[in-house]
């Protein structure tokens, strides 16, 4: 397996020998960096497979930007095929952790993706979706919590503190797991660019 800074050339290379609709319109990253798959790579519970996970994580987040943001990937797609793309990556992501056999992961990545959509269906993405990315990734990379739990239902359900209460409880388990400085290397290098809904 590629190591983890290589996630986004692997899932690229990946979407264009598919030969599939989209592969076409796959990119070489230019420059962008896997900053989500670097961060969920150092946790212990990735530990085995830190490339693989890497790519799951980018995968993931490549359909969220499809959806939301400017893609890194895929370019001159409409927005009816960055839909169909977006949600073949998320499907991407979530078989290639299936085959890892940790349905944790599983279950947070499900988890991601439901309340990023219902964050942005509310017109509330921004700082509450990245916060909730980085506190799933971390949870991925770590473990989850109750305290992750209760951050992730926080923002689902619009309170005021879900911002703050999702980024204590990343700040907390990644500063328990030892990986706090790669929390803060994602936080300052991931970015959703311009909203699209």
């Keep these: ?75 001159g797609a409409d927005s009816d095929l960055a839909l169909l793309a977006g ?20 279950r947070e990545l499900a988890d991601l993706i439901s309340v990023a959509a219902e964050l942005h269906a509310q017109d509330r993405g921004g700082e509450p979706a990245e916060a909730l990315w980085l506190g799933c990734t971390v949870a991925i990379a770590c473990g989850s919590s109750a305290a992750h739990v209760e951050a992730k239902a926080a923002l689902r359900e619009g309170r005021e503190d879900g911002l703050e209460t999702m980024r204590r409880s990343t700040r907390a388990t990644a500063a328990g797991a030892g990986i706090r400085e790669a929390l803060d290397a994602a936080s300052e290098a991931i970015d959703f660019g311009a909203r699209r809904g």
């Design 1 to 75: 397996m590629e190591p983890p800074a290589a996630a986004l050339e692997t899932l690229a290379a990946q979407l264009r020998d598919e030969r599939s609709v989209i592969a076409e319109h796959v990119v070489a990253p230019a420059g962008a960096e896997p900053a989500l798959g670097l961060l969920v790579a150092t946790g212990p519970r990735t530990a085995a497979a830190r490339g693989e996970y890497a790519v799951v994580i980018e995968a993931v987040r490549e359909g969220y930007l499809l959806h939301h943001a400017e893609p890194r990937l895929l370019t």
């Design 87 to 106: 949600d073949y990556l998320y499907a991407l992501g979530i078989e290639r952790l299936a085959l890892l056999g940790d349905l944790e992961a599983v």
